[in-house]
């Protein structure tokens, strides 16, 4: 099946701080990526669709100043956690939708602690 | 509002047996369903997704059954295995399934040795 990455797997820093998460598509293109936050013993949350070369798309509730997501190619989305709290730590997990099938792939997602 | 339930939090079966899944929609727009399998600490994996113009969908041991005039789904696993422990999560999405993914709260399999 496709694939697709996220770097790092795990990140800890301080409060105050930035932190950025890449989501890549490894063998296949995809104009639309998908940012997930998954909260203890609940489902997926979607945070914000990023489309290939414009603005993302935020869900109701998610600040788009805090969360800064960038596509700029058809293979690599970013998610900058800015100025992070503790009340943002999480699992982050990105999607990528191959554009043939309309099917989501995900990654393997990452822990975000904030101290 | 709950577009996608999974009103079961857990299933247990034995190894061997079959494993069946539910999941209800309200949403009568959802056209295209899916169904994803998560281990703890990882991203979830893409098991079977079915479009509303079937009312099955098979691949290997998983099969997806729809009937929309329930608005209810259910993933079959024959025969069980022990690998297949993990958390399920029933997925919803309208045109074709080109809009964002709605999410059921997902389900705790457990299938004992």
């Known amino acids: 099946g496709a694939v697709v990455s996220q770097h790092p797997s795990r990140v800890i820093c301080k409060s105050g701080t930035s932190v950025k998460i890449e989501c890549r598509s490894l063998d296949f293109q995809a104009t639309t990526m998908f940012w997930y936050r998954q909260f203890p013993k609940k489902s997926l949350m979607l945070m914000a669709t990023s489309n290939e070369g414009s603005k993302a798309t935020y869900e109701q509730g998610v600040e788009k100043d805090k969360f800064l997501i960038n596509h700029a190619s058809l293979t690599l989305s970013t998610l900058t956690v800015t100025s992070a709290h503790p009340e943002d730590s999480s699992f982050y997990i990105c999607?990528?939708?191959?554009?043939?099938?309309?099917?989501?792939?995900f990654g393997p997602g990452t822990r975000l602690l904030v101290l | 509002d709950q577009q996608v339930k999974q009103n079961s939090p857990s299933l247990s079966v034995q190894e061997g047996r079959i494993s069946i899944l539910n999941c209800d929609y309200t949403n009568s727009m959802f056209d295209y369903f899916l169904w994803y399998k998560k281990y703890p600490a990882e991203g979830p994996t893409f098991l079977i997704s079915i479009s509303s113009i079937k009312d099955k969908n098979e691949d290997g041991r998983f099969t997806v059954f729809l009937n929309k005039s329930a608005k209810h789904l259910s993933l079959h696993i024959v025969p069980s295995q022990p690998g297949d422990s993990a958390v399920y999560f029933c997925?919803?999405?309208?045109?074709?399934?080109?809009?964002?993914?709605?999410f059921g709260k997902g389900m705790k399999l457990t299938v004992n040795p």
């Open positions: 999607s990528a939708r191959d554009q043939l099938q309309e099917t989501q792939y």
């Open positions: 997925a919803a999405s309208s045109q074709g399934g080109s809009e964002k993914l709605v």
